[in-house]
């Protein structure tokens, strides 16, 4: 974890691991089709529903149901940008349970390949609205 320059909370977290099957199948799944996700990850995520614009749109709003820790939560979240050359897209969470005890969370998955093995990464940065609050490391 690192902090971010400016705010005294705000933070950054960087998290990657090494996608076994073609990371094109990965960035194609969060970027067009999350709806599927809950078929392939159904422990963790639930469902996917959009509520305004098409998947994989810069501006549209999608909602998130999932679990962490055996709870069920949601988040709601814009599509702030898509870059498929770089196979990277940002959401912006607007609301749900997450905005409770963060501000300003912006989530990035990005999916990158050196040496011929596809890395997929997750980036969250977001501020704390309490100094006591968790920081979001199970996400």
Same mark, same amino acid.
């Given at each position: 974890?690192?902090?971010?320059?400016?705010?005294?909370?705000?933070?950054?977290?960087?998290?990657?691991?090494?996608?076994?099957?073609?990371?094109?199948?990965?960035?194609?799944? +969060?970027?067009?089709?999350? *709806?599927?996700? /809950?078929?392939? !990850?159904?422990? #963790?995520?639930? %469902?996917?529903? =959009?509520? &305004?614009?098409?998947?994989?749109?810069?501006?549209?709003?999608?909602?998130?149901?999932?679990?962490?820790?055996?709870?069920?939560?949601?988040?709601?979240? +814009?599509?702030?940008?898509? *870059?498929?050359? /770089?196979?990277? !897209?940002?959401? #912006?969470?607007? %609301?749900?349970? =997450?905005? &409770?005890?963060?501000?300003?969370?912006?989530?990035?998955?990005?999916?990158?390949?050196?040496?011929?093995?596809?890395?997929?990464?997750?980036?969250?940065?977001?501020?704390?609205?309490?100094?006591?609050?968790?920081?979001?490391?199970?996400?």
């Amino acid at each position: 974890m690192e902090a971010a320059v400016g705010t005294p909370l705000s933070y950054k977290l960087v998290a990657g691991i090494a996608f076994k099957a073609a990371g094109d199948i990965f960035h194609d799944l +969060v970027w067009k089709k999350p *709806d599927t996700l /809950s078929n392939v !990850i159904p422990s #963790k995520i639930q %469902d996917c529903v =959009l509520h &305004e614009g098409n998947y994989g749109t810069t501006g549209s709003t999608i909602e998130w149901k999932y679990t962490v820790d055996g709870k069920e939560q949601c988040a709601k979240q +814009v599509i702030q940008e898509v *870059d498929d050359a /770089s196979r990277r !897209i940002v959401f #912006k969470m607007i %609301d749900g349970d =997450l905005t &409770e005890m963060y501000k300003d969370m912006t989530i990035s998955i990005h999916v990158e390949t050196k040496n011929e093995i596809d890395f997929v990464s997750w980036t969250v940065e977001y501020e704390l609205l309490k100094p006591d609050n968790p920081h979001p490391f199970r996400l």
